[in-house]
């Protein structure tokens, strides 16, 4: 499977941003997804995930913050993030776990990752 994350930049606190991942190389509807970031000097942290039923979860530190979502026509899944702060900055990275139908979310339930797209917010 290969993943390909898009669309971080550079925003101000308070702005918003949409990540976009797509999957290629085997059935999309089938895998949960799941948004991680890394920040410099840190470990990569879970932000986001989504089932392949459509149930998400969300870390504290982003809940009513960020929306995951995913369109499964396009096999993309999304992340939008709205009111970012500066300690969201980071890379984040897209991933997908190993497993159909899994209902197990850790990280090391997810197998497959994308390059990472950069996300920096300025206060």
């Known amino acids: 499977v290969q993943l390909q994350a898009s669309g971080g930049g550079l925003v101000q606190a308070g702005d918003s941003l949409r ?19 890394q920040a410099p000097g840190k470990e990569r942290e879970f932000v986001a995930a989504i089932t392949w039923s459509g149930a998400t979860y969300y870390a504290d530190s982003v809940k009513g913050r960020f ?51 950069q996300v920096t917010v300025s206060s």
Do not use: H
């Open 19 to 37: 990540l976009s991942c797509v999957a290629s190389g085997r059935t999309f509807s089938s895998y949960a997804m799941g948004w991680f970031r």
């Open 67 to 117: 929306t995951i979502s995913r369109d499964n026509a396009k096999n993309t899944v999304y992340l939008q993030m709205n009111s970012l702060k500066p300690e969201d900055t980071a890379v984040y990275y897209c991933a997908q776990t190993t497993r159909e139908y899994s209902s197990s979310l850790a990280r090391d339930d997810f197998g497959s990752w994308g390059q990472g797209t």
